[in-house]
């Protein structure tokens, strides 16, 4: 699922239909506060967000999920420049200028969700969850597979490290 943030309405539905073309699941919020709330209740792989925005701006959003979510990538979209968008590319992933071209953001995305951490644990078996298969404890054949880590699970201590760590 991807969260897209973008207060001007008329550009974030046409993101939102350019990404739901490509079958991308996609939830939007209008501010940094709606998109804070969307995180806390959804399961989401990937942020698209502007960084101009009323309220909780893109700037401070990023820092946020930083904290909640180390792992996300993280897009930032912007008619400003690079330059200025800089204090949040340390902790974001990719920066794609406005006008957005499609076939462009769709390629970004996609690579993205492909490098994006998946985590697993045994079904029923456990709560603790792993983050790639050089664990000691890495889970046979019966795992279940996800792309969030709840608030509340646990990570074995091999895989915080590598979960903490990333992106690279
Ligand atoms: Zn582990």
Known sequence: ?????????IARHAF??????????????????????????????L???DLVMPGLDGFALVTRIRQKLP?????????YTAQFAAPALNEATEFLPKPIDPPVLIATVQRLLAQSPKL??????SEVWHFCGTCSQWPGEDYVEQRHMPSTSEVCNECTVKWRTQPA
């Open 1 to 9: 699922m991807i969260l897209l943030v973008e207060d001007e309405a």
């Open 16 to 45: 939102a239909q350019i990404l739901r073309s490509h079958r991308h699941e996609v939830i939007e919020a209008a501010d940094g506060v709606d998109a804070l709330k969307l995180l806390d209740k959804y399961a989401v792989d």
């Open 47 to 49: 942020v698209i967000t």
């Open 71 to 79: 792992a996300v990538p993280i897009v930032i979209i912007s008619g």
């Open 120 to 125: 697993y644990r045994r079904k029923q078996q």
